[in-house]
């Protein structure tokens, strides 16, 4: 078995672009594979179940017109990207690449460009996603699919081909195609190639053009129904398995939701209760704290007027103490403040010699009781001498009488002692030296009431 794909009608150098490499990265079972066309053509050679078929349902026409419904090469439409892209594979979400390179020989030398579709698929969502791109580049020599063993991912393919050279809707894209690589402007024309592409591809097409089956054929290929509306409604029927088995999960899931919700409804009636209890709380504290909030704005308002008053207050008092602070500088600047000055002075000196008058005092006082006590202690002593005295007199009378009776005469006996009273007499008029050195002056006790005034009567 084998299966050809080339550009036919092209002759070399015509200036029209020629298939010249194609290459599968990451999707289906191939790892990494290019193909090389010769002069246009491409001739895959092996036994069944190779990848022939599917190397052609992934390359062309799918890079042309981006139609994943029209995959499978027998038109069945079985082979879909999600079951290329995850089946048989444990990976939950996987990139892969497809691309296809032209080039073109003209006037100006060789040009390239390659059309190519990188497809994201998720294990977890079970889709598969394409994006197309277009660019000059090359495969391989400008761009590299790969970065670290790891498919290149779609951020750095846009960054290198540039973001308005990636889309990732098929109408978008064979519009690209349509007119950088056939020239066309007209979406029908390169909708009606693109479906002639796909009925020539299929295995059973020789068969029916050698048993006259060509001119059904051509007709096959005539502009068919609204894109939007094939679309709309290829959609819908490849959808409808997947509608039914999703309605059954539905109903399922519907019917948990009801007996959930059921249960759920009791416990949001009793969380509703409960809050609706704590709300009524709260408007309540809500209420008593604006009722302390217009008490608190009444005593503010009234504290302000206080505060206004106090103010006025204080500005007057200010005025007061600054007029009062002028006054007393001029006060102290005049001459009666100047002679009230000199007064305290003096007032301070005669103070000062006031309490150097009442030390003296004081020193005298002391000195007049010891003098005092000293004349007791005199007094005393003198009494005593006068009763020795007596005593000595009546002995000296009584030794008197005796002599004169034994005989002897009383000048053996001496004088007899003087009378106590003369003593007494003669001690006190003994005089006592002023310490001022004002000479002797006899010495007399001051009465209480001149020793109570002496300092006021003699301030100096």
């Known amino acids: 078995m084998s299966?050809?794909?080339?550009?036919?009608?092209?002759?070399?150098?015509?200036?029209?672009?020629?298939?010249?490499?194609?290459?599968?990265?990451?999707?289906?079972?191939?790892?990494?594979?290019?193909?090389?066309?010769?002069?246009?053509?491409?001739?895959?050679?092996?036994k069944n179940g190779a990848g022939k078929s599917k190397a052609l349902e992934l390359l062309l026409p799918y890079l042309l017109d981006g139609d994943a419904r029209a995959l499978d090469a027998t038109g069945t439409g079985r082979t879909t990207l999600t079951w290329l892209m995850?089946?048989?594979?444990?990976?939950?979400?996987?990139?892969?690449?497809?691309?296809?390179?032209?080039?073109?020989?003209?006037?100006?030398?060789?040009?390239?460009?390659?059309?190519?579709?990188?497809?994201?698929?998720?294990?977890?969502?079970?889709?598969?996603?394409?994006?197309?791109?277009?660019?000059?580049?090359?495969?391989?020599?400008?761009?590299?699919?790969?970065?670290?063993?790891?498919?290149?991912?779609?951020?750095?393919?846009?960054?290198?081909?540039?973001?308005?050279?990636?889309?990732?809707?098929?109408?978008?894209?064979?519009?690209?195609?349509?007119?950088e690589l056939f020239g066309i402007t007209d979406s029908s024309r390169y909708r009606n190639l693109t479906q002639l592409l796909h009925r020539l591809r299929r295995p059973t097409i020789g068969d029916r053009i050698e048993s006259g089956g060509l001119v059904a054929v051509l007709?096959?290929?005539?502009?068919?129904?609204d894109e939007e509306v094939v679309d709309k409604v290829a959609r819908n029927l490849d959808d409808l398995d997947n509608v039914r088995d999703d309605l059954g999960r539905l109903e399922k899931t519907d019917a948990a939701l009801g007996q959930f919700l059921g249960g759920y409804r009791g416990y949001l009636h009793g969380v509703l209760r409960r809050r609706t209890a704590r709300v009524g709380d709260e408007l309540g504290r809500l209420g008593e704290r604006r009722k302390a909030a217009g008490d608190a704005a009444k005593l503010v308002g009234e504290l302000?007027?206080?505060?206004?008053?106090?103010?006025?207050?204080?500005?007057?008092?200010?005025?007061?103490?600054?007029?009062?602070?002028?006054?007393?500088?001029?006060?102290?600047?005049?001459?009666?403040?100047r002679s009230l000055q000199e007064l305290g002075e003096r007032r301070s000196t005669v103070a000062a010699l006031r309490t150097a008058a009442h030390s003296a005092f004081a020193a005298w006082q002391l000195a007049h009781d010891a003098a005092e006590a000293a004349g007791g202690t005199v007094s005393l002593g003198a009494d005593r001498v006068g009763s020795a005295l007596r005593r000595l007199g009546a002995q000296h009378k009584e030794l008197g009488e005796s002599a004169d009776r034994?005989?002897?005469?009383?000048?053996?006996?001496?004088?007899?002692?003087?009378?106590?009273?003369?003593?007494?007499?003669?001690?006190?008029?003994?005089?006592?030296?002023d310490p001022d050195g004002g000479g002797l002056q006899p010495w007399s006790r001051p009465s209480a009431a001149g020793a109570a005034n002496w300092p006021q009567q003699n301030p100096w």
């Open 3 to 46: 299966r050809e794909l080339g550009t036919a009608g092209a002759p070399h150098g015509s200036g029209r672009y020629r298939l010249h490499r194609a290459g599968i990265r990451n999707v289906w079972q191939y790892d990494e594979q290019e193909f090389a066309f010769g002069d246009g053509r491409l001739l895959l050679r092996g």
């Open 86 to 179: 995850l089946d048989g594979f444990e990976q939950n979400n996987r990139l892969g690449y497809l691309w296809v390179e032209f080039r073109r020989i003209d006037g100006e030398g060789e040009r390239f460009l390659t059309l190519g579709a990188a497809i994201r698929a998720s294990k977890s969502a079970n889709t598969a996603k394409p994006y197309f791109f277009t660019t000059t580049l090359r495969i391989g020599h400008d761009l590299q699919l790969a970065e670290g063993g790891q498919p290149l991912p779609l951020d750095r393919l846009r960054a290198i081909v540039g973001a308005d050279q990636v889309q990732d809707r098929a109408a978008d894209h064979r519009v690209r195609v349509a007119r």
């Open 219 to 225: 007709g096959e290929t005539l502009p068919g129904l």
């Open 304 to 337: 302000t007027e206080g505060e206004a008053v106090a103010a006025e207050q204080c500005d007057r008092l200010h005025q007061e103490y600054e007029d009062a602070k002028a006054e007393l500088e001029a006060l102290r600047l005049s001459a009666g403040y």
């Open 406 to 433: 034994a005989g002897i005469g009383r000048a053996h006996l001496g004088e007899a002692a003087a009378a106590p009273d003369t003593v007494l007499a003669g001690a006190a008029e003994t005089e006592v030296t």
